[in-house]
């Protein structure tokens, strides 16, 4: 079945940039009615969603983080990625990849913890 | 954006047993177009990424167990264990994808055993 595996630094400094990579395995990326999915869990704090990439190649973001974040894909190597810039202690937090299906996300990497520290 | 309020905070409930976690949306998710409810419910046990149970407020995903069941309409919804399972031990989310692409999510209800 789908599986998807989140990767990248896990230590940032602050002011630096954030960038994770989501390895999907174990089927497509293709379909329309796919978002694939960047969701945070700070410490303490509640879910966030980041952002989605559709297949099309549009992008969303959550407006909280639009100026810093951007999502791209590489859908030959069924992949997609996040970068964050200028980031800062409050981007500390458990990052995760996810498929969003009918808008729910019903498939979740296992998460990765990135913490911003000098 | 939609702010989304769970309750309780947490709850213990004995093995069995009936558990009740509330969720209330800031604004209805229901669509007047296709009246559906935009709303997912998700268990999260330890040391595991969030895994979705329900959505369109009632549906069970494939493969969840029957004990699960979600309910409610517009603002207000509930997510109900009929049978609580050691394995329920687990913070529970609501979310809300009505104001999608902007996908917000409750506090957590952090459900134990008594």
């Known amino acids: 079945q789908l599986q998807l595996q989140e990767s990248g630094s896990g230590l940032v400094k602050p002011s630096q940039t954030l960038s994770l990579t989501c390895v999907v395995s174990?089927?497509?990326?293709?379909?329309?009615?796919?978002?694939w999915s960047w969701i945070r869990h700070p410490p303490g704090k509640d879910l966030e969603w980041i952002g989605n990439?559709?297949?099309?190649?549009?992008?969303y973001y959550n407006p909280s983080l639009k100026n810093r974040v951007t999502i791209s894909a590489d859908w030959s190597n069924y992949q997609f990625s996040l970068r964050l810039t200028s980031v800062t202690a409050a981007d500390t937090a458990v990052y995760y990849c996810?498929?969003?299906?009918?808008?729910?996300?019903?498939?979740w990497g296992q998460g990765t913890m990135v913490t911003v520290s000098s | 954006d939609i702010v989304m309020t769970q309750s309780p905070d947490s709850l213990a409930v004995s093995l069995g047993e009936r558990a009740t976690i509330n969720c209330k949306s800031s604004?209805?998710?229901?669509?007047?177009?296709?009246?559906?409810?935009?709303l997912a419910w998700y268990r999260q046990q330890p040391g595991q990424p969030p895994k979705l149970l329900i959505y369109?407020?009632?549906t069970r995903e494939s493969g969840v167990p029957d004990r699960f069941s979600g309910s409610g309409s517009g603002t207000d919804f509930t997510l109900t264990i009929s049978s609580l399972q050691a394995e329920d031990v687990a913070v529970y989310y609501c979310?809300?994808?009505?104001?999608?692409?902007?996908?917000?999510f409750g506090q957590g209800t952090k459900l134990e055993i008594k």
């Open positions: 979310q809300q994808y009505y104001s999608t692409p902007l996908y917000t």
């Open positions: 604004q209805s998710v229901l669509s007047s177009s296709n009246n559906r409810n935009y």
């Open positions: 996810a498929r969003a299906r009918d808008m729910a996300f019903d498939i």
């Open positions: 990439i559709y297949r099309s190649g549009g992008t």
């Open positions: 369109w407020a009632s």
């Open positions: 174990g089927g497509s990326m293709s379909g329309n009615n796919y978002a």
